[in-house]
């Protein structure tokens, strides 16, 4: 059969539709955290280009995106639509089939990597999924039940525990667990803070409109504060990195720069303290 000249355009476009979904600029948020556990449940450089290492890692750099990211599109659709945000820097779902293909996919392939994995890997792989499709499906729907909304966002500690838990054997230390949580609902909030108003509009209820602007950045600064003395008390050199976040967040707070444009410097900060604790772990493992 001949392909037409439509064809590859359409391929070409279905593609760029998926991407632009899963929300390339974000992919180090599920991702990260499965490097992070990687580089501290490994005990020799060889269990880092291991199979299951290798699976975690692919799987939470797309499939798990394309699946977060594609549910909350698909149940936001009517809401994006008053949101100015989504037709500047991210994606408003416009009943696009590769969109919901991808995220039923991206489900199926968590839910295959979770029977492989098993034990305690597999329950967060499957704990992931479920606080995922539970945060925008009904009738959880968990973003609109503040502060279940911020506290469910701990799911993108849960790539972290899956990575560690795989290679371990064993679980991470639990205040580590409840340091980066505590981290993730502090994170959680204040993305959500630029969407106030438009979210007011479309009568969706979060903690950051429940609280209002101001008080939903000290929501974040508590909770971030609580995340990098728990981390301390795991070890005081997370204590300072993790110290970074609430006092770049009194910078902003005191500074003419508004929240919707510090929001996007987030993925380059969390780049840069993601990389630095896993070259902290891989240290560890070379003897460092």
């Known amino acids: 059969m001949t392909r037409t000249a439509a064809e590859p355009r359409s391929v070409a476009g279905a593609t760029s539709t998926l991407l632009v979904t899963s929300r390339p600029r974000f992919w180090l948020y599920l991702a990260g955290p499965a490097l992070v556990g990687i580089a501290f449940g490994a005990t020799t450089l060889g269990d880092l280009a291991s199979p299951v290492a290798l699976a975690l890692v692919a799987y939470f750099l797309l499939p798990a995106n394309a699946f977060l990211y594609g549910i909350n599109d698909v149940f936001d659709a009517a809401a994006d639509r008053l949101n100015p945000r989504k037709a500047e820097r991210e994606a408003r779902f416009d009943g696009e089939p590769v969109v919901v293909a991808g995220t039923v996919l991206g489900g199926a392939l968590g839910l295959l990597l979770a029977a492989a994995l098993g034990g305690l890997a597999g329950a967060a792989v499957l704990g992931f999924l479920v ?20 506290l469910s966002n701990g799911l993108y500690v849960l790539p972290g525990v899956a990575a560690y838990a795989a290679l371990a054997g064993a679980a991470p230390p639990t205040l580590a667990i409840l340091g980066g949580w505590l981290w993730a609902m502090g994170m959680h909030t204040f993305s959500a803070i630029p969407d106030v108003e438009a979210d007011r509009r479309a009568g969706i209820q979060t903690t950051a409109t429940l609280l209002g602007p101001r008080s939903a950045m000290g929501y974040v600064a508590g909770c971030w504060l609580l995340a990098a003395t728990t981390f301390a008390a795991v070890d005081g050199r997370l204590g300072v990195l993790m110290l970074g976040y609430p006092l770049l967040l009194v910078g902003v707070s005191r500074s003419s720069v508004a929240v919707d444009r510090a929001y996007w410097w987030f993925p380059a900060v969390n780049t840069v303290v993601g990389a630095t604790l896993t070259v902290a772990g891989l240290w560890v493992i070379a003897g460092g």
Not at 132 to 145: C, E, I, N, T
Request: no cysteine; hydrophobic share 35%; net charge positive.
């Open 131 to 150: 606080l995922g499709a539970a945060y925008s499906v009904p009738p959880f729907r968990l973003k609109g039940r503040p502060p279940l909304d911020s």
